[in-house]
């Protein structure tokens, strides 16, 4: 199995310190999720994951089973493994999702990408027109996220970071799509972070440790029943003002 | 202007009233300035270096090895043809129907009989380089579609444009001349002429292609088109301007659609050393509507120019203006654009969006929207951008695992297909996407290469 290491992590955005020393362990197989109020810096740690440009990793390290990621750019750490769902996936006009995924599994059995992103769309009932389409284009919110999914399913990372994936699905959007990559931890030891506010996500997909982030900090760890004490208490217990942007 | 003269234009073949036609259009050039940089019209335009007295008219009639091959190409690329058309320098050689209905007439001025005034009914006036192929243009290539016609598949207008090799065509280079130009008579100037008619509730494609032999070589192209499109038709043109490194291409496409009619031109300017293609197009009957798209990659040091009318002329009409281009190594692009509704013409709906991928350090684009409303009941819109690849976009694909060169060809393809996969005349998509991907291939390529270069040199000194 695999090991997605996080140690002592810090990121800026700008000139902003936003991740201010995460520490995370997640195993292959394994579910993780980070809740926390909005500014406490959960997208941002995932972009720092990632290495979006722009996103400074300023001290840590970020290692899929030993091998250092910080430093790597984007791309490279995609074919190391990782992979990001982003909370708003990205038009690109013109480039049809099966040629962008044909690309990044060039020289790795892209001749199968047709077959298997039919499957996977099937899968959560993505509508099979779109995927001739170009990536994100003429997409509703709720498509665009099942689309991220879709090609989480067809790459098959070892690390997933899933940037609330549940905003914009309705129900039954949310449930195909938490089974689906519950299903993955099992087919082929998908590790997950799952960066979300809702517990609803978990309803199918089954938690292993739940964080909370405050201020760019893990402040608490737990199981799920972490997860639904948040949705009914928030995160006053963590010192965060009712309806507050938190402090970063 | 040693080599284009009135006898040379009195020469030229064809009936009386074209004749008579070419000497007074002589006469009007050789009192008319010609373009300068200083007009509005050809600002951001490299126009004051052209040299008219460095060309001369081609009477070249001979395809060539190089004409033959591509005009092969074309017809493999194009399986379904209506007709197929072939010009050289402006001389018409070759008028190929396949299955075009008997009552379509296509094939040079005689097609119309006497009929008179078949030029300058779309395009009146115009400024010296119209004059000059109104004086110069050889032929004119003629499609006349009668009313209630519908053709099926594009009829197809190749112009093939020879070019003179840089340096003496005499002579070997040799020392103390190695610069040397060739002689005027060497360097071709062609004037292609078409016009195309559609009768009442008629439609069909056209598509124009302008080419010479690739990689460099002297000569100056400039054509001249009129469109029209009867009340109720459809009109769908295309123009594929593929010209060698070293070309003048300075062309006009003038079109006028009739009640209710809807035209659509696309150009697309991959070629030429300068590049300038204006398209004017005059929404003239109620409830017509115009659709104009264009193209372009600039790379090495081209410089492309496309200017476009949106001419709104009778209410209730519609005009879309779409116009996409890309420019690497040190090219340069020019887009502007003028929607212009006339006095009368209420409820016109017009909007133009200009978008520009600038590729490299040493390349620009300049983006000019213009509108000119004299009526009230109107709405109109204008969106231009200019800026390299999006950085997101690349972000996207690159967490994917796509390296970022790669990544970045993907992403300014799809920037062209978005606009090449509209092309009012499918047929011709297939050539375009090949194109504009051998060309976007080579210059992402270059790019690459010297981002690369800089990054060593960078990593050296520190």
């Known amino acids: ?248 | 202007m040693s080599s284009f003269t009135a006898d040379r234009a009195a020469s030229l073949g064809g009936p009386a009233w074209l004749k008579r036609r070419r000497t007074h259009a002589f006469e009007e050039l050789a009192a008319m300035p010609m373009p300068s940089e200083k007009e509005e019209v050809w600002r951001y335009t490299p126009i004051d270096e052209l040299r008219l007295d460095e060309f001369s008219p081609s009477g070249g009639k001979d395809l060539g090895t190089l004409g033959s091959m591509f005009l092969e190409g074309v017809v493999a690329d194009l399986p379904e043809l209506a007709a197929l058309v072939t010009a050289v320098d402006g001389h018409l050689v070759a008028v190929d129907r396949f299955g075009l209905p008997e009552s379509v007439g296509i094939g040079g001025v005689d097609v119309l009989g006497d009929e008179e005034g078949v030029l300058g009914r779309v395009l009146a006036g115009g400024d010296a380089l119209v004059r000059l192929n109104d004086a110069f243009h050889p032929d004119v290539v003629v499609l006349d579609v009668p009313a209630r016609v519908v053709l099926d598949a594009p009829v197809v207008v190749v112009h093939w444009c020879t070019t003179a090799p840089p340096g003496p065509t005499t002579a070997p280079p040799g020392p103390g001349r190695p610069d040397a130009l060739a002689p005027a008579e060497g360097r071709p100037a062609s004037f292609p002429r078409t016009v195309v008619r559609l009768g009442e509730g008629s439609s069909g494609q056209v598509v124009e292609i302008v080419a010479g032999p690739p990689g460099g070589g002297l000569g100056l192209v400039v054509p001249v088109t009129e469109l029209s499109a009867s009340d109720g038709s459809q009109l769908s043109y295309a123009a594929l301007q593929v010209l060698g490194t070293d070309a003048w291409h300075l062309s006009r496409v003038a079109a006028t659609a009739g009640r209710d009619a809807t035209l659509r031109t696309f150009t697309v300017g991959l070629g030429g050393a300068y590049d300038r293609s204006r398209t004017d197009a005059l929404a003239d009957g109620t409830g017509s509507s115009t659709e104009l798209r264009s193209a372009y990659l600039g790379t090495g040091s081209q410089v492309h120019d496309v200017r476009t009318l949106q001419d709104h002329a009778a209410p209730h009409t519609t005009s879309d203006l779409l116009c996409k281009g890309a420019v690497s190594g040190t090219s340069r692009s020019v887009y502007s654009g003028l929607i212009r509704v006339r006095r009368g013409a209420v409820r016109t709906n017009a909007f133009q969006t200009n978008h520009n991928l600038v590729l490299g350090q040493g390349a620009h684009a300049d983006s000019v929207p213009n509108l000119d409303i004299e009526e009230n009941d109107v709405r109109c819109s204008h969106a231009s951008s200019v800026g390299p690849v999006d950085e997101d976009q690349r972000y996207y694909l690159e967490s994917r695992g796509i390296p970022p060169t790669r990544a970045e060809q993907l992403i300014v393809l799809g920037f062209f297909d978005d606009i090449v996969q509209r092309s009012p005349v499918p047929a011709l998509i297939p050539r375009l996407r090949r194109e504009v991907g051998l060309r976007l291939e080579a210059a992402l390529g270059l790019e690459a290469a010297d981002r690369d270069r800089a990054r060593e040199e960078a990593s050296e000194n520190g």
Not at chain 1, 105 to 111: E, F, I, K, P, Q
């Open chain 1, 1 to 248: 199995m695999s090991l997605l290491e996080v140690k002592g992590l810090h990121a800026s955005a700008g000139s902003r310190e936003i991740v201010r020393g995460v520490d995370l362990v997640v195993g292959g197989g394994e579910v993780h999720v980070v809740m926390g109020p909005n500014g406490s810096g959960k997208s941002t740690f995932a972009h720092a994951l990632m290495g979006r440009p722009g996103t400074t990793v300023t001290a840590g390290s970020i290692q899929i089973d030993g091998f250092e990621l910080v430093g790597l750019p984007a791309w490279r750490r995609a074919q190391e493994g990782l992979f990001l769902a982003l909370q708003q996936p990205i038009e690109v006009p013109g480039v049809l999702l099966e040629a962008a995924l044909a690309e990044a599994t060039r020289g790795a059995g892209a001749s199968d990408v047709p077959a298997r992103l039919a499957a996977e769309a099937a899968a959560i009932g993505f509508d099979e027109r779109f995927l001739r389409r170009p990536l994100n284009v003429d997409l509703s919110g709720g498509e665009r996220k099942r689309n991220e999914v879709v090609q989480l399913g067809v790459l098959r990372p070892k690390f997933a970071v899933l940037d609330e994936i549940d905003s914009g699905l309705d129900v039954d959007a949310v449930r195909t799509v938490s089974q689906r990559i519950e299903r993955a931890t099992s087919e082929w030891g998908l590790g997950v972070v799952a960066v979300t506010h809702f517990h609803r996500l978990l309803r199918e997909l089954r938690a292993d440790r739940v964080h909370v982030m405050v201020d760019g900090r893990l402040v608490a760890s737990g199981g799920p029943e972490l997860a639904e004490e948040l949705e009914r208490t928030g995160y006053r217990a963590y010192g965060v003002e009712e309806g507050g942007e938190g402090a970063a």
